[in-house]
């Protein structure tokens, strides 16, 4: 494939080209990263003041980790960074022949290059009722709505136990990395509770259920770490189903393609992620897999010259018939990457084409249990497993202040279990 050359459309305030970067997560970031005290001038615009460590959102949700533990203020991670700015809004559009996109309030920011990093959504396949009962998990605000709700369940029972003893069912749909290790946090939380905080509950009553469609867990993973997955959830209490097809979620109940309805306290939503209804499928002339931009293996948008698009919003090539997964190091890496062929592109220097290089996947069960996929191909699990897991979390943790914050808890989590951040925090806009 021909990589097009182009230079930068030149200078819209002070001589510098101005590079609009719409997202803060793991992708955007990397490209402000990339850009930082370099020639151009950027602006970061997100719908939030700071980045969510995405990864960690289940331990937010299960009350394993603060919020404040997983998030970082974007304007704080480029203080050094005279020539990175940061704008709080929501982008309505792009008006691609005049190079401007418009916010929310109306307001207009023209821009010599546009990298939309905006990241993916939880997709509900359409099924009745999932995108208004079930709970995804891919904010902090999604996270922080979780754990309220998981809460004030317990709470709820235990304020009925002496006059009506109560099940309690949670049901997490897929089997990917965030439902497993999901399900197994929740299994942790809900055990650790019972003994630490006295709740009045029968344990046998209390379910943790995990379902998805395909035959077995952690698909992306060799069929030995699905195995093992299983059997560590289950050793912790978590019922695993395969070949469960969800055709409704109701307010307090799932249905499944075989007739079965189950009354639920909670259904969480690990089924997978999409790009349709995000930015970057509103780009697209013609939408990539997932509702995502189409990009060539420059990164930059089909038929665009000065539109880029990276991580989970992207099709990011992976060779000529495959793309990319959406994971936290391909964000990382193809941000990384886009910065430096902006740079190219207002040098009028040739573009290069992206290479994606596999660092491998990890999953964490539960304490003391993980498993990883190394880049060829081989499989570390347990206790070795969770402490390279730790490691690799720890080190692209935003923030010197949350890595020690982070390691002090998953330390004392180690040797014992601590009372734990198990606080409902009923603002408006978590309050059910």
């Given amino acids: 494939m021909e990589i097009r050359e182009v230079a930068g459309r030149g200078s819209l ?80 559009r792009v008006e691609h022949g005049a190079n401007v996109v418009v916010l929310d309030d109306g307001s207009r920011l023209a821009y010599d290059h546009l990298v939309v990093a905006t990241g993916a959504t939880a997709a509900f396949f359409a099924i009745p009722g999932a995108s208004q009962y079930a709970m995804p998990l891919y904010s902090l605000a999604d996270a922080r709505r979780l754990r309220n709700k998981l809460l004030l369940a317990l709470e709820g029972a235990d304020a009925r136990a002496d006059l009506d003893p109560q099940a309690l069912t949670f049901v997490v749909v897929g089997g990917g990395p965030t439902g497993v290790e999901t399900a197994g946090a929740l299994s942790e939380l809900i055990s650790i509770s019972l003994r630490r905080d006295g709740l009045r509950l029968e344990p046998s009553l209390v379910r943790v259920v995990l379902v998805d469609l395909a035959d077995r ?134 573009l290069e084409p992206f290479v994606y290089r596999n660092k491998g996947i990890m999953a964490t069960i539960g304490r003391r249990a993980a498993v990883a996929k190394l880049p060829r191909g081989g499989v570390i699990r347990g206790t070795l497993g969770w402490l390279a897991w730790l490691g690799l979390h720890l080190f692209y943790l935003v923030g010197f202040r949350n890595r020690l914050r982070v390691m002090i808890n998953w330390t004392w989590r180690y040797f014992d279990w601590p009372s734990g951040p198990r606080l409902i925090v009923a603002d408006a806009e978590t309050a059910e």
């Fill in 13 to 92: 305030v002070d001589g510098r080209s101005h590079v609009v970067i719409v997202g803060g997560g793991f992708a955007g970031v990397a490209v402000a990263r990339g850009l930082a005290n370099s020639e151009v001038r950027v602006t970061i615009v997100d719908q939030h003041n700071f980045h969510t460590f995405l990864p960690l959102l289940y331990q937010v949700a299960t009350a394993g980790l603060e919020p404040a533990d997983v998030a970082y203020p974007i304007r704080t991670i480029f203080g050094h960074a005279p020539n990175v700015g940061f704008r709080h809004g929501r982008v309505r």
């Fill in 217 to 350: 867990l952690l698909t992306a993973f060799p069929e030995s770490a699905s195995r093992y997955a299983a059997k560590e959830l289950r050793s912790l209490g978590v019922e695993v189903e395969f070949g469960r097809s969800v055709v409704e979620v109701e307010e307090r109940a799932i249905r499944f393609a075989d007739g079965e309805r189950l009354e639920t306290a909670a259904v969480i939503w690990a089924a997978g992620v999409t790009a349709k209804g995000t930015l970057a499928h509103e780009l697209s002339v013609v939408a990539g897999p997932g509702g995502r931009a189409q990009v060539g293996r420059d990164l930059r948008c089909v038929n665009c010259d000065n539109i880029w698009a990276v991580g989970d919003a992207a099709a990011v090539p992976l060779s000529d018939d495959e793309i990319c997964p959406q994971l936290a190091p391909v964000a990382i890496q193809s941000g990384r990457h886009c910065a430096d062929q902006i740079l190219h592109a207002v040098r009028a220097e040739p």
